[in-house]
């Protein structure tokens, strides 16, 4: 049985794997990004391949979803009735043990559904037949109201735990699948217009067990203000490095025109020695008639000469 203790392990694992999901997926954004800035890949070409992908992945992914939520209420389904037994067999006679429901792998969606309405027709019958057999001994005298409430009490002393505990363990369980074939919908579809994500260490050919995360700046300020923050860009050549940073116009995050306001970057154009580093400064000004107050807008910052690839800053912006 899951204790509380398993499942605040359970529930960080989760969150370390959101984290790195999440870390993974900005990546992969941001080198998509940086190839259609370069003209590597075409607009176009990747809306294309974006609409071939989740067409290809339609069918299999929602026999995945649906499996995922059925599944969860049927194992809800076999649970509860199985606990319902348990208390009852200390008032009647054992009804034997509660058949699981039916499986879906291997099952044609249709067929898997009117199996499942079977199956639960048939356990609240099984259910309404126990019932009934209680009213009739409590009518005849065989069982009296208090052992009712006495053998409820003890089965919920007794069982409590471990029926939260299973409910719980659903549910993660539900949530961790969910968050696996969101992942890989995602990976699949980098994989399909990127090709294959390679990492590798200082050696420069094995691969890397933990990539670098992406980098992101986040610009708030209350409406009319001026948003700041600042990043640091390194020289990883051997060599003087002819830095440069330009950005994009922010566009709205839910889509929409892009802005007029453009980042100030200071200094956008410096010389970097072989492993030097410089403080790069952004500003913002979020005037009120181009930044609507709680709306999420995002521009690309590119810096180009400090190593073997442009970096690619997401810059996100909001007044409140």
Not at 26 to 52: C, F, I, T
Not at 193 to 209: D, R, T, Y
Request: some cysteine; proline content about 7%.
């Amino acid at each position: 049985m899951a204790q509380p203790a398993d499942w605040a392990q359970r529930f960080q694992q989760l969150t370390a794997d959101a984290g790195q999901t999440y870390a993974r997926g900005m990546r992969r954004y941001n080198e998509l990004l940086q190839r259609v800035a370069s003209g590597e890949l075409k607009p176009d070409d990747v809306q294309r391949q974006y609409r071939e992908y989740f067409q290809e992945r339609a069918t299999a992914s929602t026999r995945e979803m649906v499996e995922l939520s059925v599944g969860l209420l049927a194992g809800l389904l076999h649970t509860e009735t199985r606990y319902r037994d348990g208390m009852l067999d200390g008032l009647l006679p054992p009804a034997g043990a509660t058949p699981p429901p039916p499986p879906p792998s291997g099952v044609d969606l249709t067929h898997w559904f009117q199996a499942l309405a079977t199956y639960t027709n048939e356990q609240a019958a099984r259910a309404l037949k126990r019932q009934q057999q209680l009213v009739e001994r409590i009518s005849s005298g065989e069982v009296s109201a208090a052992q009712v409430q006495q053998q409820g009490q003890r089965f919920l002393e007794a069982h409590s735990g471990e029926f939260l505990g299973e409910v719980v363990g659903l549910g993660i369980h539900f949530v961790a699948q969910m968050h696996r074939n969101s992942a890989a919908l995602t990976d699949g579809l980098y994989d399909r217009v990127l090709g294959p994500e390679l990492h590798f260490n200082g050696n420069g050919h094995a691969p890397s067990a933990s990539p670098e995360p992406p980098l992101c700046v986040d610009l708030r300020g209350s409406a009319g203000s001026v948003a700041a923050a600042c990043i640091v860009v390194e020289n990883t050549r051997t060599t003087p490095a002819q830095v440069e940073c330009r950005a994009s116009h922010f566009v709205p995050r839910g889509g929409g025109p892009r802005l007029g306001a453009q980042l100030e970057i200071t200094p956008a154009r410096f010389t970097l020695p072989p492993g030097g580093q410089a403080e790069v400064d952004l500003r913002l000004l979020l005037e009120r008639e181009q930044f609507e107050t709680n709306t999420g807008y995002a521009a690309s910052l590119v810096v180009t000469g400090a190593g073997e690839r442009d970096l690619v800053v997401q810059v996100t912006a909001q007044a409140n």
